[in-house]
């Protein structure tokens, strides 16, 4: 198992920038290929974006290609997803997610965090 923290997550205005950390312990993290997803109220879990374990290959949702880059820091165990063009439909709870293996754009992940909160306005 592995422990992930979310950490900056705030309230910014349409066209501004955020950048999520996801911090990880108990476990080596580049053994983990590493996501980012988010929900909205009344809506399911969504695929945002993710990293191969080596951070060789990311990929996007098209909702947010272009704007959202993923990131891997492996020394320091972290994973990052900087947001810039925010747009009010990018309000959410965002959650990082860890997974042994190949990395996939689906929910099949074994290890989540608690979530931190995005809002946008507009």
């Known amino acids: 198992q592995v422990q992930l923290v979310e950490s900056g997550g705030g309230l910014v205005q349409a066209g501004g920038s955020l950048r999520l950390s996801c911090a990880a312990s108990g476990r080596t993290l580049s053994d983990y290929a590493m996501g980012w997803f988010r929900q909205a109220p009344g809506k399911e879990r969504e695929f945002v974006a993710a990293i191969s374990r080596t951070g060789g290959m990311t990929y996007y949702a098209d909702s947010v290609k272009g704007r959202f880059t993923i990131s891997r820091d492996n020394a320091k165990i972290t994973v990052y997803l900087q947001m810039n063009s925010l747009k009010p439909e990018d309000t959410a709870v965002y959650y990082c997610?860890?997974?042994?293996?190949?990395?996939?754009?689906?929910?099949?992940?074994?290890?989540w965090g608690q979530g931190t909160q995005v809002t946008v306005s507009s």
């Open positions: 997610a860890a997974r042994r293996g190949i990395v996939v754009v689906t929910t099949s992940y074994d290890n």
